[in-house]
């Protein structure tokens, strides 16, 4: 069955840990090479790209391990929020970096994501896991891209933080963005997505509208059992 996610809908992406979700991710960002298939951006082929060119087509990508793939912990956190872009002007020019436009760069994303830390010159390794995520998020939305992956965003964090980062993909929702939401919290899939898409060892096996499912009908579907098992209707 295909994937599609449309501009102005989170789709969620429910199943059991190991059917294939950080597989899917990492095809989708360019970390993993596909032997078949299509990978479509606003109709433009990009399976296989490299991650920076698959980034600059318009994707955004908070990953599922912000201390492996999202941060380096030992850069400050300014430096980490241009991590994506600190090649590009004005933060960069015939190579060199400048410092100044980074950092103030940083200090406005630090203020409109409401990063607690000392200053943007901080480590990212001594911010709370939250914080870090709220780092990593506004980098991504940053960019404006045209579709965001967020996979596990929540991970780990307090109700707080939770809360904010479910406004923050619902606001690029409402932007006309779309949003790919990977999630083993099937109250998070429930909450914040518009349709959900179960996946079942690497396969997409049904999609499901949250206001006609339940968490048993889910929890079947990624279990295996087919869609008129589960109690659903054959076809979505």
Same mark, same amino acid.
Request: glycine letters at 10%.
């Given at each position: ?11 969620g992406i429910a199943g059991v840990d190991g059917n294939g979700q950080s597989e899917l991710i990492e095809a989708l /960002? ?11 951006? &606003?109709?433009?082929?990009?399976? @296989?790209?490299? %991650? ?8 955004? #990508?908070?990953?599922?391990? *912000?201390?492996? #793939? ?9 430096? @980490? ?7 590009? =002007? ?7 970096? @400048?410092? =100044?436009?980074?950092?103030? =760069? ?9 990063? *607690? ?5 901080? %480590? ?10 709220? /780092? ?7 960019? @404006? %891209?045209?579709?965001?992956? /967020? ?21 690029? *929702?409402? /932007? ?33 509208? %949250? ?15 087919? *869609? ?6 054959? &076809?979505?």
């Amino acid at each position: 069955m295909d994937l599609t996610v449309r501009a102005g809908e989170i789709v969620g992406i429910a199943g059991v840990d190991g059917n294939g979700q950080s597989e899917l991710i990492e095809a989708l /960002a360019g970390l993993r090479k596909t032997t078949a298939g299509s990978i479509k951006l &606003n109709g433009k082929e990009i399976r @296989n790209l490299k %991650p920076r060119k698959i980034t600059e087509a318009g994707v955004g #990508h908070i990953p599922e391990d *912000r201390h492996k #793939h999202g941060l380096v912990l030992d850069y400050s956190i300014g430096e @980490n929020i241009v991590l994506q872009t600190y090649y590009q =002007k004005p933060f960069s020019k015939a190579g060199i970096l @400048n410092s =100044k436009k980074i950092f103030e =760069k940083a200090r406005s994303l630090i203020k409109s994501y409401d990063v *607690r830390t000392p200053s943007e010159y901080t %480590p990212a390794r001594a911010l709370s896991g939250g914080n870090q995520q709220k /780092a990593i998020i506004g980098r991504e939305v940053d960019r @404006n %891209p045209d579709l965001l992956i /967020a996979a596990q965003p929540t991970r780990g964090l307090d109700v707080g933080a939770i809360e904010f980062i479910h406004k923050r993909l619902i606001e690029q *929702r409402d /932007a006309g963005k779309a949003v790919l939401l990977i999630s083993f919290e099937l109250e998070e899939i429930l909450n914040v997505s518009d349709r959900i898409a179960v996946i079942y060892e690497g396969e997409i096996v049904a999609i499901v509208d %949250p206001k006609e499912t339940t968490e048993q009908e889910l929890g079947l579907l990624m279990a295996g059992s087919k *869609r008129t098992e589960a109690g659903g209707k054959q &076809n979505v």
